[in-house]
C-alpha cells in the first residue's frame, strides 16, 4: 500500500495518492499533477511515481478464496 | 523590528529573526522538530484482523495517520499523574475502527476511525488505512499520546523546518544588462524588462553564486552577500496544529530547557575548586 508519509521529510502524502493515480491513468502528465496536487520536495514526489500497490496483486487471490469458501459452504 | 512574518498560512510560516545569533535560531528549529509535542496513535488493541494486513502493518500505519492536536487539553503520559500503561482520558484519545468488505475490494479510508474526541481526528479524512477483500473485517482500539519527536517521527509536528540566511542582492553599476544571469540563477531572482535588469525576489536566492559565475561584466555587475544579522526561519507543519502554534510551541520548549538549568543550579551552586 502507499505510504501515508514521506519517508524522508515525514509530510502526509497518502490522501493525495488516490486522486494522483486516478488523473496519471486517465493520461495527465504525473509532473503537472504533483504539482497541483502541491507535493513540492523532490523527496515526497518520487514517493508516488515510484510507488508499485503490490497489494492489489495480492487482493485478486484473496478474493477467490473467499469467493471458493462461499460456495463450499453453499454446497454442504 | 526582530522578528517579521513574511508569510503565513496554516501549514507554513516563513519569519525573518534579525538580531539574533544564528543558533539560537537553530535551537528554535531543532525544537519545532524534535521537542513540540503532537498526538499520534501509540496503543493498537486488535480484536479481529482477517485482512491481508500483518497487525504490526496496521499498528504501523495508523501511528503514522496525523491527528489534529489540541496541545492545552491533554498531558504527555510522562508527565501524568495516573502512570498507566494505557493511560487515562487527561493522556490518551481512544479510536475505533470497525470494518468490512462485502461484495467488492474497498480501501478503509481514515474517515473510519472514530475518535473519543472530536477534536482530536486524522488530519484528512481521505488517507487509505488498509483495502480489504470481500469478507475481510478489521477490528480495532487504538489510543492517542502526545509525544515527541525525538523518540518517534510519528510525534514530529513539522515536515519541514529550514533556516536559512538572509541573503542581499544587488545590482551596481558595472551591470552591462545581459541577461545571462536571468537564465543562469534557478529561483527567478532576476528578470529583464525593457532592456534593464532588475531584482525581482531577493528572498528566493539560496546564495549558489551561480549568477556571478555567469556574470560577463568586469568588475561583476551584481553584489551578492548573506545579511550575517538576519536568518530566514520557514516551519512546514504536518496538519497537527498551525505552522504558528509550532514555532511559539518550540520557543516555549527551548525556554523550559533552559529554566531546567536554572532550576538546576539554583540555591547550592558549588565553587570551583582551584588548582594550587
Redesign the interface.
Given at each position: 500500500?502507499?505510504?501515508?508519509?514521506?519517508f524522508t521529510?515525514?509530510?502526509?502524502i497518502?490522501?493525495k495518492?488516490?486522486e494522483y493515480k486516478k488523473r496519471v491513468n486517465m493520461g495527465e502528465d504525473s509532473g503537472k499533477v504533483l504539482d497541483e496536487l502541491g507535493v513540492k520536495?523532490y523527496c515526497c514526489r518520487r514517493m508516488f511515481i515510484s510507488n508499485v500497490d503490490i497489494?492489489?496483486q495480492?487482493?485478486p487471490y484473496?478474493?477467490s478464496v473467499?469467493?471458493k469458501?462461499?460456495e463450499y459452504q453453499m454446497v454442504r | 523590528m526582530p522578528v517579521q512574518v513574511l508569510e503565513e498560512s496554516y501549514e507554513k510560516v516563513t519569519v525573518v529573526f534579525e538580531g539574533f545569533p544564528r543558533v539560537y535560531v537553530n535551537s528554535i528549529r531543532r525544537a519545532s522538530m524534535s521537542l513540540v509535542p503532537v498526538m499520534a496513535i501509540d496503543d493498537v488493541v486488535i480484536l479481529e484482523n482477517t485482512s491481508?494486513?500483518y497487525d504490526e502493518v496496521i499498528a504501523h500505519?495508523l501511528g503514522?495517520?496525523?491527528l489534529k492536536t489540541p496541545l492545552e487539553k491533554y498531558l504527555i503520559p510522562s508527565e501524568c499523574d495516573c502512570k498507566s500503561a494505557l493511560g487515562c482520558p487527561k493522556c490518551r484519545v481512544l479510536f475505533v475502527l470497525d470494518a468490512e468488505a462485502t461484495d467488492k475490494?474497498r480501501?478503509v479510508l481514515?474517515a473510519e476511525l472514530v475518535s473519543e474526541d472530536e477534536e482530536v481526528k486524522p488530519?484528512?479524512p481521505?488517507?487509505?488505512i488498509?483495502?480489504l477483500?470481500?469478507?475481510?473485517k478489521i477490528k480495532l482500539e487504538a489510543y492517542a499520546k502526545l509525544g515527541r519527536g525525538k523518540s518517534h517521527?510519528?510525534w514530529?509536528a513539522?515536515?519541514?523546518a529550514v533556516l536559512r540566511s538572509y541573503p542581499l542582492v544587488a545590482l551596481n553599476e558595472s551591470c552591462n544588462n545581459c541577461g545571462m544571469c536571468v537564465s543562469a540563477c534557478t529561483k527567478d531572482v532576476f528578470s529583464i524588462r525593457n532592456g534593464k535588469l532588475k531584482v525581482d525576489n531577493p528572498l528566493n536566492c539560496n546564495l549558489c553564486f551561480e549568477c556571478l559565475e555567469s556574470c560577463q561584466a568586469e568588475p561583476k555587475g551584481i553584489n551578492v552577500k548573506e545579511d550575517e544579522d538576519k536568518f530566514i526561519l520557514t516551519i512546514?507543519s504536518?496538519?497537527g496544529m498551525a505552522a504558528r502554534e509550532i514555532l511559539v510551541q518550540a520557543v516555549k520548549e527551548v525556554i523550559k530547557l533552559v529554566d531546567d538549568v536554572i532550576d538546576k543550579f539554583s540555591g547550592e551552586v558549588l565553587p570551583v575548586e582551584k588548582e594550587k
Open positions: 500500500m502507499f505510504p501515508i508519509r514521506c521529510c515525514g509530510a502526509l497518502a490522501d495518492y488516490r520536495r497489494i492489489d495480492i487482493l484473496e478474493e473467499s469467493r469458501g462461499k | 491481508s494486513f500505519r503514522l495517520i496525523p475490494v480501501d481514515s488530519v484528512s481521505n488517507i487509505p488498509i483495502k477483500a470481500p469478507g475481510q517521527s510519528k514530529q513539522t515536515s519541514a512546514e504536518s496538519g
